[in-house]
């Protein structure tokens, strides 16, 4: 059973580009979440999709968005790259037999240079 | 709003001996609460989580965490340090308004000594 899968691992992006990180959930889940851990810091919550719509929202600006496809897997997209936005973005799912619990996948690291 | 507050950004015990990490919430419903624990450049795995009943709450790798109405904490133990406890630990809240969301503490780093 595949746990939570994330791609790219590790990206660089020069400072005005956009980024596009992929998410598929663990097998039997339907909903999404996306974080964005700071170095030394905790997990900050982006936003969560389900049932292809974003349902609910952190304190993140609209450069930040997102998709969740018919299979249940997401893409995270951020437009406009700053410096502030090198991270490790975390995707984690959960699902009506997870209860509240959410399981996260290894994160893809995003360097803004 | 939900908040986590976790009391300390670095603990550092012996091996063999009690390992104690403090987290006290906020939250306006009654709370799910979890423990993650992060070892470097890998993503967050679940140690324990209370939803509802029994307040002790046992999870993997001999720790346990133990939920206080009247303190608002749920802090994390383990009778007996091992050299491979050393990572990030944290404590997350969730309530149950339809949505998952789920929100972390600042986390507290493990240094476990020889």
């Known amino acids: 059973d595949a746990g939570v899968t994330q791609s790219p691992t590790h990206l660089i992006k020069t400072r005005g580009q956009q980024v596009t990180l992929r998410c598929s959930p663990k097998s039997g889940h339907d909903t999404v979440s996306w974080y964005q851990q700071a170095l030394g810091q905790g997990p900050q919550f982006i936003f969560q999709y389900y049932e292809e719509e974003e349902r609910q929202r952190g304190n993140f600006p609209d450069r930040f968005s997102g998709h969740q496809f018919p299979n249940y897997s997401s893409e995270l997209n951020v437009n406009a790259l700053l410096l502030g936005d090198s991270a490790l973005y975390l995707c984690?799912?959960?699902?009506?037999?997870?209860?509240?619990?959410?399981?996260f996948g290894e994160g893809s690291w995003l360097t803004v240079v | 709003a939900q908040s986590v507050t976790q009391l300390g950004s670095h603990v550092s015990v012996s091996e063999g001996a009690l390992v104690l990490l403090r987290c006290n919430y906020s939250s306006s419903v009654p709370p799910y609460l979890f423990w993650y624990v992060q070892y470097p450049n890998q993503g967050l795995q679940l140690l324990l989580k209370y939803t509802t009943g029994a307040t002790l709450v046992k999870g993997i790798n001999g720790f346990e965490a133990e939920f206080k109405k009247s303190e608002t904490s749920f802090h994390l133990t383990k009778p007996s340090a091992h050299m491979s406890d050393a990572a990030e630990y944290f404590c997350a809240v969730s309530e149950n308004t339809g949505g998952f969301k789920t929100i972390f503490g600042a986390g507290t780093r493990l240094f476990v000594k020889a």
């Open positions: 984690a799912s959960s699902g009506a037999f997870s209860g509240n619990t959410i399981y």
